[in-house]
């Protein structure tokens, strides 16, 4: 700054003395020129040693290393100082050339000519090239060029970097306080710190500095007084073409310098006319010289504007994006001139080229714009910039603009929903996720082991000695559902293995859904684990497990032990007769239990069947009766466990066959044993069976031992419960279903009679169905003689069983009539007993029958829906009678009913009666009479 | 006649009755007649058509002589279940 300053301390000096005595720019001349006689010898004053070394201090004409790196700072500052000192340049250049005028005129008018200012003038052009630039560029450019630089300069210093301007002069200011000396000081010191490091890079600089500066110092340093800074061409390695070129400058100035040099030393030793001679010669050197020097001065400004322009650019280009769009527009409004175009009026096809590119790529598709638009360059480029971030923003304004209200609000919602739906989908998601988390937070707590150890010790439970048994109640009602629903009866819903147990596995399955599936997998499961356990049990063998048991048994049956037994009655003497609690103990020996009980039975019949004692025996008492049965129901119980099991064995082995077979008739033959059917009739009153029949269990178990029994045994029952009809309970005591009020005698009566209609008559029907005339006829006579018929017909039972019979020759004869040719019809000698069969039937019932359908007065007198249906079977048998009437029976028939006809049809017709249904009941009945005589109630006019 | 074979242990003489018309005294003066149907060895029993009949002694000691008023009340029911521990005796219907 030192020695930038020099020059300016000359100017500034001088400005100040101009400003002091308000003289002509003229007397300035004489103190700063050194060529006259009074100039004060400042400039050797000022001559100090190690200036040579000032050149490696501040940067010389050697090159400069790439590893400069300056600071966009320091850059700013550089464009802040150019223009300053071309400002000040502008400002003063013009003084300044008029003082050279002036100087050139005062030595022309002094001791030497224009040989003398030429010299002065060239040392003040031949300084530092950085020196010499703006006083050439002012003399090269025409003046208007120097205002648009010094006016853009100055805009571009207002604009961002008015504080750094401003700083600008203090400094100057302040070298202009400080002494020369100091500085130099200043500055020698640090050149000396440097100089030790710099030596050996720079010594050929400093040879050559030291042949020319043991003659020359003084102008040498002048030379070289512009720092290292102020070199824009130094500041960045982008320029060492020209650096260099700047040397060869420099080399050349300093040639010149030399010359000068010794031209002044010359005219400092006062030999003149060798010394006008020799710069005669010298000038004419000179001269060549500076124009070949103006030649390349003229490069380098070209280059230097060129170097400015593009530091301009550059310090721009950060702003650009900074720059506001009505900065722009003042802009605009301030260089109307510009060449560039408007905003409004950019070519489209410009607009799109500039919107593909980034205000950052511009630059080197104008670089060939800007080297030719030169000095206008920056601005242009600087507002094209500006511009075109503008209309970038404009395009992308446009751009979102472009589609219509509708369109962008239609793009909207539909990125709103899409969004939504988005989040919705992502919520249920998580919601889906958080829920799966939370289920499966146990997951895996049990591993399978686990699972089917649990599994295994659940199914132990369920494994019994006899699944059917066990799960009696279940697997009955399992079994009628289904056959309810029409599946297959055979169905097999225990699961068995071995022979030592099964499971019940209960009902069928129904309904859909996850059930289902889960009882099948249970049911997979547990065949699974049967097997497994059947597996283990057949390689038992094999491991040489003979010690299992050896310390005893657990009970693996504990489950069962809860609640205590009351009574703990030991079953030493055990038979099939055992309480519930002992089954399981008892089973065991039931077999052979069983078997000493029909031994017993056996010989109890043989005693009684035997043919030589035909002493009456007290008739069974109900005790024995109900002894007898229970035995008989156990016997039931085995035979039907035989039945479901005989489908298993359908399959297997001729001689597993054989074993059913012959345990199942052994057990049949047990049960016909035990029913005393063969006792004979006479042996007891009642007779036994009739006995056994008597309770309503006794009733019950015929219709569970008749599909078990022949045809023939059955035929046997039917003859036997004809034969000894009359002795039955519900005959003897019928009477008592007749009288009108209520008790538990009447009631259980009623329950007998209900369970042998309900169970007897059933189970005998398929008998009497089948059943040929000679049969029905030979039964009819049996039940004739044996029974007194009147007693017998006042008796439900008894009115059924005729009825039967009746209805059942009534169908033989309609099935002779209608097919007489076939071949499985009643054969002659059963059609001549079937023509006696009314003959038989026709002396007794006749009147009885009217007598019984005319003397009931209770059921008569009392008309309720009770007594008209207990009266349908009445009127049933009347009508079966009468089909077999002869004429003259019909007739008779027909006056015994008459009273009760017209009556029951009386009432029907005239309303006596309490409802519709019985009604319709009493003109049923009379109907079924009357239809059986061809004649209808319709018919009846009372 | 031996049919005294079939019956070893007093439960086989109620086993005898079941699905017959049985008499059941219970505690609390209290009587029962209905079909059974079935039982266990709490003597806990299931019946049917069942006529209970309770006397109530009203007065007991009221009076000087000491005999109160007995009032028997009869109730039926359908099904019932009755729990062994009242259970004092079970008996076929006594025949007239």
């Not at chain 1, 010094?150 to 401003?166: F, T």
């Not at chain 1, 982008?238 to 260099?244: A, D, E, N, P, V």
Request: hydrophobic share 35%; net charge negative.
């Amino acid at each position: 700054m030192s020695f930038f300053g020099f020059e300016q301390n000359d100017r500034l000096q001088q400005e100040k003395q101009r400003f002091r005595e308000g003289k002509l720019e003229q007397e300035d001349l004489a103190v700063y020129t050194w060529g006259e006689d009074s100039y004060d010898g400042l400039g050797d004053a000022l001559q100090e040693g190690g200036d040579e070394l000032n050149d490696e201090t501040f940067g010389g004409t050697e090159q400069v290393g790439k590893d400069f790196d300056f600071t966009q700072q320091t850059l700013l500052i550089d464009d802040q100082l150019e223009p300053l000192l071309v400002s000040s340049d502008n400002t003063f250049k013009q003084p300044f050339a008029q003082s050279d005028l002036s100087r050139d005129t005062a030595n022309a008018h002094g001791t030497q000519a224009s040989s003398s200012s030429r010299p002065g003038q060239s040392l003040w052009d031949e300084k530092s090239p950085f020196s010499v630039l703006p006083r050439s560029g002012g003399t090269s450019r025409s003046p208007a060029d120097h205002v648009r630089n010094g006016s853009v300069s100055s805009s571009n210093l207002a604009q961002s970097h008015s504080p750094s301007a401003s700083a600008a002069p203090q400094t100057t200011s302040q070298t202009g306080v400080r002494t020369l000396q100091d500085i130099e000081a200043e500055m020698k010191a640090v050149a000396i710190a440097q100089r030790m490091q710099n030596a050996a890079v720079t010594q050929r600089q400093q040879l050559m500095q030291e042949q020319q500066h043991a003659q020359q110092p003084h102008h040498y340093q002048q030379q070289r007084s512009a720092p290292p800074r102020m070199h824009p061409q130094a500041q960045s390695p982008r320029f060492h073409q020209q650096l260099q070129q700047q040397q060869l400058i420099q080399q050349q100035q300093l040639r010149e310098q030399q010359l000068h040099e010794q031209l002044q030393l010359q005219f400092r030793q006062q030999q003149m006319l060798e010394q006008e001679r020799e710069r005669m010669l010298q000038e004419a050197q000179l001269q060549e010289q500076i124009r070949e020097r103006q030649l390349q001065e003229l490069q380098l400004q070209e280059q230097l504007r060129l170097d400015q322009m593009e530091r301009q650019l550059r310090s721009q280009r950060p702003d650009i994006r900074q720059h506001q769009i009505i900065q722009n527009h003042q802009h605009l409004h301030q260089r109307p001139s510009s060449d560039l175009p408007l905003p409004g009026t950019i070519p489209p096809q410009q607009l799109v080229q500039r919107r593909q590119q980034s205000p950052a790529f511009i630059d080197p598709h104008l670089q060939p714009q800007y080297q030719q638009k030169g000095q206008y360059m920056p601005q242009n480029i600087q507002l094209q910039q500006r511009l075109l971030s503008e209309m970038a923003q404009a395009e992308f304004m446009r751009d979102m603009q472009a589609v219509s209200q509708a369109e962008q609000d239609a793009l909207q919602a539909e990125a709103m929903r899409r969004i939504m739906e988005t989040e919705r989908m992502e919520e249920k998601r998580r919601r889906k996720a958080a829920k799966i988390a939370h289920m499966s937070r146990y997951n895996d707590l049990m591993t399978q082991s686990d699972k089917d150890f649990i599994t295994r010790i659940q199914v132990s439970q369920l494994v019994t000695q006899d699944p059917y048994a066990d799960d009696f109640y279940a697997q009955v009602y399992s079994a009628i559902v289904r056959s309810r629903l029409g599946l297959q009866p055979s169905d097999e819903r225990v699961l068995k293995f071995g022979a030592f147990g099964g499971v019940g596995l209960g009902m069928g399955q129904k309904g859909a859904g996850r059930r289902p599936s889960a009882m099948q997998k249970m049911e997979q499961q547990v065949e699974r684990i049967v097997h497994n356990a059947r597996q283990r049990e057949q390689e038992k063998p094999v491991n040489h497990n003979n010690l299992q048991g050896a310390l005893g048994k657990t009970s693996g049956r504990s489950y069962k032990a809860a609640p205590r037994q009351l009574l703990q009655v030991d079953s030493s003497n055990s038979s099939s007769h055992a309480h519930i609690s002992k089954e399981d103990a008892i089973r065991k020996h039931g077999e052979g239990a069983a078997k000493e009980a029909a031994k017993i039975g056996a010989e109890a019949l043989g005693v009684t069947a035997d043919p030589d004692d035909t002493a009456r025996r007290d008739p069974l008492s109900t005790k024995e009766a109900l002894t007898i049965l229970e035995y008989l129901y156990d016997l039931v119980l085995d035979i039907e466990q035989i039945r479901r099991e005989q489908s298993g064995l359908d399959a297997e082995g001729t001689e597993a066959a054989e074993t059913w077979n012959k345990r199942y008739s052994e057990l049949v033959q047990q049960l016909w044993d035990d029913l005393r059917v063969m006792v004979p009739l006479e042996t007891s009153n009642p007779h036994p069976f009739i006995s056994l029949i008597a309770p309503s269990k006794g009733k019950k178990l015929l219709p569970r031992i008749s599909r078990h029994l022949s045809s023939q045994q059955m035929l046997t029952v039917l003859t036997l419960l004809v034969a000894c009809f009359s002795q039955m309970d519900i005959v003897v005591h019928a009477s008592i279903l007749d009288v009108p009020e209520e008790s538990t005698q009447q009631q259980d009566l009623e329950r007998q009679t209900q369970a042998f209609l309900g169970s007897v008559v059933q189970s005998i029907l398929p008998v009497i169905a089948k059943a040929g005339l000679r049969l029905v006829s030979g039964l009819l006579g049996l039940l004739l003689e044996r029974s007194d018929i009147v007693s017998v017909t006042q008796t439900r039972p008894g009115l059924a069983i005729l009825t039967l019979f009746l209805s059942r020759v009534e169908l033989i004869k309609q099935s002779m009539s209608t097919a007489t040719e076939l071949s499985e019809l009643p054969t002659q000698d059963e059609t001549e007993q079937c023509a006696l069969t009314p003959q038989l039937a026709l002396p007794f019932p006749f009147g009885t029958h009217c007598r019984r359908a005319g003397c009931r007065p209770p059921n008569t007198v009392a008309p309720t829906l009770h007594t008209e249906t207990l009266d349908q079977p009445v009127w049933q048998f009347l009508a079966a009678l009468a089909l077999h009437a002869t004429n003259e029976q019909q007739q008779a028939l027909v006056t015994a009913l008459r009273e009760k006809v017209l009556e029951n049809v009386a009432s029907a017709n005239k309303g006596w009666v309490a409802d519709e249904d019985e009604r319709r009941a009493k003109l049923g009945n009379v109907n079924l009479f009357l239809h059986a005589l061809g004649l209808d109630s319709s018919q009846i006019s009372i | 006649m031996d049919t005294s074979a079939g019956i070893q242990e007093p439960f086989d003489l109620i086993r005898l009755s079941l699905s017959e018309r049985v008499f059941v005294k219970l505690r609390g003066d209290r009587e029962l007649t209905g079909i059974l149907h079935a039982y266990d060895g709490h003597m806990n029993l299931i019946l049917s058509e069942v006529e209970e009949t309770i006397m109530l002694v009203d007065g007991a000691d009221s009076g000087p002589s000491g005999q109160g008023i007995v009032n028997v009340t009869k109730r039926k029911m359908e099904m019932l279940f009755v729990r062994g521990d009242g259970v004092i005796l079970v008996s076929p219907p006594s025949r007239t």
